[in-house]
């Protein structure tokens, strides 16, 4: 809920000052949010099959 609300007002904030570039990248984002918050917020561990392959 909370990564559906940001992307949101991410698209917003782009959309009131013409940022279109801005809103594209947030919104590009918002599959990564909650693994993110999940890490960091609730400390929890990530396995080999999660993690992103870099």
Same mark, same amino acid.
């Given at each position: 809920?909370?990564?559906?609300? #940001?992307?949101?007002?991410?698209?917003?904030?782009?959309?009131?000052? #013409? #940022?279109?570039?801005v809103?594209?990248?947030?919104?590009s984002?918002?599959?990564?949010?909650?693994?993110? #918050?999940?890490?960091?917020?609730?400390?929890?561990?990530?396995?080999?099959?999660?993690?992103?392959?870099?």
């Amino acid at each position: 809920m909370v990564d559906g609300l #940001l992307a949101s007002a991410g698209v917003a904030l782009g959309a009131v000052r #013409l #940022l279109l570039a801005v809103a594209v990248v947030l919104a590009s984002l918002y599959a990564a949010i909650p693994p993110v #918050l999940g890490v960091a917020v609730l400390r929890e561990k990530l396995t080999r099959a999660q993690a992103p392959a870099w």
